[in-house]
């Protein structure tokens, strides 16, 4: 029979005082009568548990961690593994990691207590995201995993939540946009864990940004603020609403039509609370809060197509850029400019200073993507125009726009005319 915790005997004693039976004891702890009677036995006899006069087997060790402690210039070992990995390798410690704990325990005082700081941030100045897994919620005749990102104004606590059903860099940049517009503005910064899709290597204010979403971010105008790792108090508003929507927004309640319908669903809930719940900043509603707020976020911009790849290049004197594997065509008059360009959904996006200066469908058969447009105009004082296309090569394009019934039966003698 497993021996039965302190907490166990020390329920044992409460209800024995309270005068409850040892039947009625046993079956709250989910023991034998005779385990109860027997404890009850050994506390009215005053009995002691002779484990506790037992020597720890770290007793002997006292010195060698006195002079661990000396060196380290600690009172108090704050480190107990490093030091149980101490004691093993240069003294030969027999004992576990736990006993070695409990000898500090009872050798040595407890360590300070770190005190936290609370800052309220100012209006404007930070939002907070992250995700929530729900599994198996019932959505169009089956069970489907789901997720919902939370972002959160810091100051006024107004949230937004967006449902997806998946979780890579195109779906992590197409619920920022959503959120961004339920938000009704940008602001300074948006506090995040450190997901995949946001950083790529390390953590917290080490860690490398992904480049789409930082390219994102620099587009948008905010900082990117990552978290430290296994702090998740750095975020705790954002935390704490994700455990509030678990039951305030659960989506496991009825059966779903399609992701539209629950997204429509959860504003209109969303919108209850805020006028319910108050806002620790201002001791009014969440919802007046969010509207002092909204002179403090910067406007929502035009924002940009979801991307998941992002490069810099430069543009070739031919006017074309290379991108996964193919050449897209710029205008002309960005030769030897450096531009960004941005790997969307269906789409090429090419961008210099932020504005988009060409658009090309993206993973197309042909290798070589041309818009005869950016090869016409005017020269510029840097950029001198390519030379016009001539009568033969207009020839060619009207012929290849044809389709094969409408071309000239003798191919060779409508090119020769022109050529005259």
Known sequence: MAKL??????????????????????????????????HRRRQAAGAIDGRSRQMRKASPFQSAIDAWLTARGEAVPRNVAELHHWLISEHEYPGSLRSLQRYIREAYPPPPKRARRRVETPPGAQAQADWAAFPRVWMGGRQQDLLAFEMQLSWSRYPA????????ELAWLSVHNEAFRR???????????????????????????????????????????ACPPR?????????????????????????WENLAQLQAVTDDRLRQLVRRRICPATDTDVETAWQRELAYLAPVPMLPEPFDQVGERRVGNDCLVAFEHRSYSVPFRYVGQRVEVRGCADTVQILTDGQVVATHPRHTETRLVLDPAHFEGTSTDTVMAPPPLGRMGARLQQLAALTPEQRPLDLYAALAEVAR
């Open 183 to 225: 938000l009704g503005g940008i602001p300074a910064s948006v506090r995040i864990d450190n997901e995949k899709t946001a950083v790529v290597h390390g953590a917290g204010a080490w860690g490398t940004i992904h480049p789409a979403y930082r390219a994102y971010a620099r587009a948008v105008r905010f900082h990117v603020d």
């Open 5 to 38: 915790s302190r907490e166990a005997r020390m329920s044992i004693k409460v209800l024995t005082e309270k005068g409850v039976s040892n039947r009625e004891t046993a079956r709250l702890l989910g023991v034998s009568e005779g385990c109860v009677r027997y």
């Open 161 to 168: 939540v967006i449902w997806s059903t998946r979780k890579h």
């Open 231 to 255: 702090a998740p108090r750095a975020k705790g508003k954002v935390e704490r609403r994700i455990r509030d929507h678990r039951s305030g927004l659960d989506p496991y309640r009825r059966h």
